[in-house]
């Protein structure tokens, strides 16, 4: 990023996402989870999933010569992943799902706003990428739950929120390939809000 190879960060990223979700898949199926191994997850994850993006929306911010100084927003990506991170590793809990949106979907929401060239109605600029960023940073030290990718089972019965976005991330794959990438983290937000809600109302009634 500091050479201006930008090129080079769009692969790279893709590789942390991979390491992050291989490291936890080796560590259980060794057996081998351990303290060290969780906070140095964590930095990592506060390097690529905190630092990065940081870094990047302050560069496409910093493009604007109106209200220049809004680029400093761009430090809040940082910060809140660096408070949810901490405060993930201070709770113990053995559900699979997320409390908060996860570190790299946030991450990843940002990265691809960065590198999409499709935007309908041209809704990004300088005004709403701040609202996004003021958002998600709320999002990711909520206590709303968000559904993680990891099946149980493979009844759809258990799973529609997980069968849902895979569904409708391959179509908008197929339709715009990786230019629709925030467009799935948007649904999986949008899913994860309405199936809280749905299952609040659920229970409530009966």
């Given at each position: 990023?500091?050479?201006d ?21 080796f560590?259980k ?11 140095l997850?964590?930095l990592?994850d ?8 940081s870094?990047l929306?302050?560069?496409?911010l910093?493009?604007?010569?109106s ?12 910060l ?39 935007f ?18 709320f999002l ?17 019965k ?21 230019d ?6 948007l ?9 809280k ?7 409530h009634?009966?």
């Amino acid at each position: 990023m500091l050479s201006d190879k930008y090129d080079i960060v769009y692969y790279l990223f893709f590789i942390c996402l991979i390491s992050d979700y291989l490291d936890g898949f080796f560590a259980k199926k060794l057996n081998y989870i351990t303290d060290f191994g969780r906070e140095l997850d964590s930095l990592a994850d506060l390097i690529s999933f905190g630092v990065v993006p940081s870094f990047l929306i302050f560069s496409w911010l910093n493009q604007f010569e109106s209200l220049n100084n809004l680029k400093y927003f761009s430090i809040l990506i940082l910060l809140f992943s660096a408070f949810r991170l901490a405060k993930f590793n201070s709770e113990s809990t053995k559900s699979n799902d997320f409390k908060g949106l996860p570190t790299p979907a946030n991450a990843l929401l940002l990265f691809s706003l960065y590198y999409s060239n499709y935007f309908p109605l041209d809704f990004l600029t300088q005004y709403s990428m701040i609202f996004i960023i003021i958002l998600s940073s709320f999002l990711m030290i909520s206590k709303i739950k968000f559904f993680s990718m990891k099946f149980s089972n493979l009844t759809i019965k258990d799973n529609p929120e997980r069968f849902l976005i895979i569904f409708i991330s391959l179509i908008l794959i197929f339709i715009k390939g990786f230019d629709s990438l925030y467009i799935i983290i948007l649904v999986y937000t949008f899913i994860s809000l309405c199936s809280k809600f749905f299952k609040r109302s659920y229970k409530h009634n009966i």
